[in-house]
């Protein structure tokens, strides 16, 4: 990869792992389900007006909305409002990459190798270890959201991956849109009229600027900047880079709110950003077939990479 690619590969993770900080802040200011509904409207508007429509069935659109708007977002919202950290979090929602190697076994008939099988191991024992550490000091309830929120993201990683948009960042403003009205739906259910209408009454520039860098900066900036590398890249290539998400967002929660990392979290890091290393970088199995007849393999579609964020 050219140096300047390099770097902007570097910003995108890093604009990655400072939005858990920006979340923790904005969960001041709005409810988490309003929260994360402000934040995909204001991705989707006006941008939907201007990409055309989607290049893929509507089905896929709906599903990976959902799964990424609602599932994965929602619950990463509340799970930090119960007390998830910021930079826990970060780390915590690695853990997709298992999620999303179980996903496609079943769904896509994907076998990982033994190196894989061995990181998704490897990554399973370091959120173990998190959640120990995590169930002594902190609220176990927003943990395990957060870990349900990254089997959201393995959902709609696979759902990607079977529907294959051809336009990327299109496909993005389009799922963006999805989730806006069943998270306003919920937010009034659970939330309440009246929790909604004050915080969007009291809306000042700070909460402003955090939803515009939620959904500009780190969604239509970030995801456009990502395609572009993965146009431009192989995606073995580009995809490791996701592994300084959470090293940027515990740094950042650590030096903008606080946060202490205690040793067994550090650990935890450890396992589950060397087991996801493990699992992401392993070659992937070469078809018998193919093997005998001495021709290369086939590529398999692009993993989704929006699924990288935070976001």
Do not use: Y
Not at 170 to 179: D, H, I, L, Q, R
Request: aromatic share 10%; proline share 7%; net charge neutral.
């Amino acid at each position: 990869m050219r140096p300047s690619h390099i770097a902007l590969a570097v910003l995108v993770t890093a604009i990655w792992g400072v939005n858990f900080v920006v979340i923790e802040v904005g969960l001041d200011h709005f409810p988490p389900l309003l929260f994360s509904a402000l934040r995909f409207l204001v991705a989707a508007l006006p941008a939907v007006f201007f990409v055309g429509r989607p290049t893929v069935a509507w089905k896929w659109v709906v599903g990976v909305g959902l799964a990424l708007g609602v599932m994965k977002f929602g619950l990463l919202f509340v799970g930090m409002n119960q007390g998830m950290p910021a930079g826990l979090s970060s780390l915590v929602l690695q853990i997709q990459a298992v999620f999303t190697a179980l996903f496609a076994f079943v769904a896509l008939g994907e076998r990982p190798g033994r190196i894989r099988l061995a990181g998704m191991v490897v990554a399973l024992a370091g959120i173990g270890v998190a959640a120990a550490d995590e169930g002594a000091s902190g609220p176990l309830l927003g943990f395990t959201l957060v870990v349900v929120a990254a089997v959201g993201w393995g959902v709609s990683n696979v759902l990607t991956r079977k529907a294959a948009p051809s336009a990327p960042f299109t496909f993005m403003v389009w799922t963006s849109a999805v989730p806006v009205l069943p998270l306003l739906a919920l937010s009034l259910t659970f939330e309440g009229w009246d929790r909604d209408t004050q915080a969007l009454a009291s809306l000042d520039w700070t909460g402003a600027g955090i939803i515009a860098f939620v959904a500009w900066v780190t969604t239509l900036f970030g995801f456009g900047a990502w395609s572009f590398l993965l146009r431009s890249h192989p995606a073995s290539s580009v995809a490791p880079f996701t592994l300084l998400v959470p090293v940027f967002g515990m740094s950042s929660a650590a030096l903008f709110l606080g946060e202490s990392v205690s040793p067994l979290r550090w650990c935890a890091a450890a396992l589950l950003v060397g087991g996801v290393a493990l699992a992401s970088l392993a070659p992937a199995p070469r078809n018998r077939a193919v093997q005998r007849v001495d021709t290369p393999a086939p590529a398999l579609p692009v993993e989704d990479h929006e699924a990288h964020a935070s976001r």
